[in-house]
Each structure stands twice: as C-alpha cells, then as structure tokens.
C-alpha cells in the first residue's frame, strides 16, 4: 500500500502523491495518523515557538494575491524604527521564545546595514536565533545580514510552477528567486521555503509536483499555507484554498521530509480556529505566534481574517502551551535550530554542505 510505504522509506511518485492529495475523510485519517507518526520518530514531540515581527508592511513589489502589494493604494502603511523592532525582540526574549522571527514587505528602505545592526543586536542581547523573511535581497546583502549573524531565511517560491508563478507576479521572476534560496543555502543560512495551496489553475498534479520539489530542495524549513483571497487584489473573486487540501499537503511533506522543521501556519489558522493544532496534529512541529505591537497587527494585511487568528504574543503563547500540553507535546526550549545541519549554521568541516 502507497501509505506503508510512505512511511517506511519516504518514497512516492507524482501520481501517487496527487491521488493522496485528493483523498477522501476516512483515508484521510490515515494519511495524517502516519505523519504524526513519523513526525514523532524523527522530528520528535517537541513544538518550536518563533515569535514573528512583521516590521513593515510597505512593499515594491505586486504579487497578485497579496494584500501588502504595492497597487493596494488604501492600505495605511507603516514601519518599525530599529529601536522598536529590538523592543518586540525583547518582549519576545522575556516570554522565552529562542527564536524571532523578522518578516516585512519588500521594503529597500532598510538597508542591509540597518538590519544587520538590527539582528547583531538581538543575538547580542538575548542570545535569540534570528530567521529573516524581507524578500529577495542581492547576494552582498544577504551576506552582509549573515555575517551579522542572521541564522535563518525564509523566502517561498510560491508554486514550482514557473508558468503559474509568471502569471501571478509581474514584476518577478521565478529562476531569480530559486536563484536567492541556493545563494542564501551557499552563505551558510538554514534556508526554509513553501508553497500556497488553492492558487487559481493550480491542479493536483502541481501541486504533487510541488512536493517532490520542495523534497528535493532538501530544506531546513518549509512552510506552507492555503491560498486565501483577498478582496483589494485581482485575485479576491478566485475560491482559494481548502483546509482538508492543506492538511493533506502538509502530512505528504512530513513523510517526504521526516526531518525538516514544518510550522502549522497562521494562514491554517485562519481558515479554521483549530486549523493550526490540527495541523500540529497531521505532521507539523513549529508553531509561530505574532509579537508585533499590537497597534500595528491590523495594517500587516496579507489576507483576510489574520489578525484574528493570532492575537497578543502573551495570549497566544499561553494558549500555544496549553494546546501542545494537551495533545502530549511538549514545548521546547532553546534555538530550535535546524536538525540537517546544526546549531552552528549550515557549515561542515567550514564548507556550506547540503544541496540546495
Ligand atoms: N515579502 C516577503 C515576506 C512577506 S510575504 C516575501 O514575499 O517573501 C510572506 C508570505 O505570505 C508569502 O511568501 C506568501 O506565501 C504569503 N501570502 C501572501 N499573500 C497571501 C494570501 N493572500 N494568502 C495566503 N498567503 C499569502
Ligand atoms: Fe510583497 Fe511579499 Fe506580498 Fe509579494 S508576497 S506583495 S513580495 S509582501
């Protein structure tokens, strides 16, 4: 049965793999019961809290979906000033969080100077492991924000699709961005990456395709989420995508990427009030809860419906420990830092390793 073998050798073809993605309720139950079984084998029972700071919300770029796209003209935009961005790390550190999260629109504004200051500080001050998420930056930049000391990067490549990912951004370039994760990979980053699930023309079979790209991009990180339209972007008639659909796509990475570090995203949270434990529940072992002053949550409008799912950083953290406790988990502590390549970057014997 493809299922067993799954689970026992982490193998599956492309037809397979979009059957599974279409399953039905009770096969369903299955698919996720084996991921969560091979997420306690060898990812373990621990849940990885991140704290996210979504410290600007000004964009250059148009991405057909996006709320924070530059062409949604009355979005009131906002920016952190380092200072204030170094006070959410802050907070973060003093609810215990080992990691922050900085993730912002495309915005130039900040130089790599100024977020490497940024970052020098939190690592300095807290000793926290920082992953950024600003978009595609030029190799010297990224280097100059590694050298810093930034850890991690998270960049999506949105679909494997270079056709589908043209039509859905004008003003970027899919083999560019691929371009981004190998040099952030060769710089020494743990690098994660993820897809949307639901995105208009988006087939099984691409989605299929989809897995065993991201599988094979052996990541540190992949996050992913449902497709959710907003209504102030071209693509807020489109129907989006499904929890089930999600969940499913989820359990089939576990078992394709036993290892790698998978958040129950906001975005599943935000289709359904459990959609993030469930997810904790079909193969997920990070969750990330949102540290940004709360004065500034409601601007970060990537889509609908978000600020809601993930209220105050204390709220949601207690909430968050609550929730693990009673599935079994536990919390855990410290960097939560990437089980492929280690605390200490992605360096072996001093040379980038892995082969992205
Ligand atoms: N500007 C950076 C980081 C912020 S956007 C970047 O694009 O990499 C972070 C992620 O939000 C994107 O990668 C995308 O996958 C997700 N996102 C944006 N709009 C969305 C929508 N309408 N529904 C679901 N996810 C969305
Ligand atoms: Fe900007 Fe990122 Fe949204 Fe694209 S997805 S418009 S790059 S914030």
Redo the contacts with the bound molecule.
Sequence with gaps: MVLRRLEETARASREELARLLGADESEEELLFAAADRVRSAAAGDEVHLRALIEFSNH?R?N?L????RRGHAELSRYRLSPAEIIAAAGVAAELGFGTVVL????DQTYTADVLADVSREVKTRWDMAVTL???ERTESEYARLREAGADRF???I?TSNPDLYEGLHPDSDWHARLGCLHTLRSLGYQVGS?V?IGLPGQSLEMLADDLLFLRDLDLDMIGV??????PA?PLGGEQGGDLGRSLRFLALLRLLCPRALIPATT?LGTLASAGRWEGLRAGADVVMLNVTPSRYRERYD??PGKVRAGANGTTTRLEAELVIRRLGRRVAAGHGHSRLRGGAGVLLHGQPVGPV
């Excluded at 979906?65 to 924070?68: A, K, Q, R, T």
């Excluded at 993730?103 to 495309?106: D, F, K, W, Y």
């Design positions: 964009c770029r991405c979906y996006c709320g924070l993730q912002s629109g495309e998420s600003i978009g998270l960049l999506r949105e993820g949307m989420g449902p497709f959710i339209p907003h972007t975005a990537l889509y």
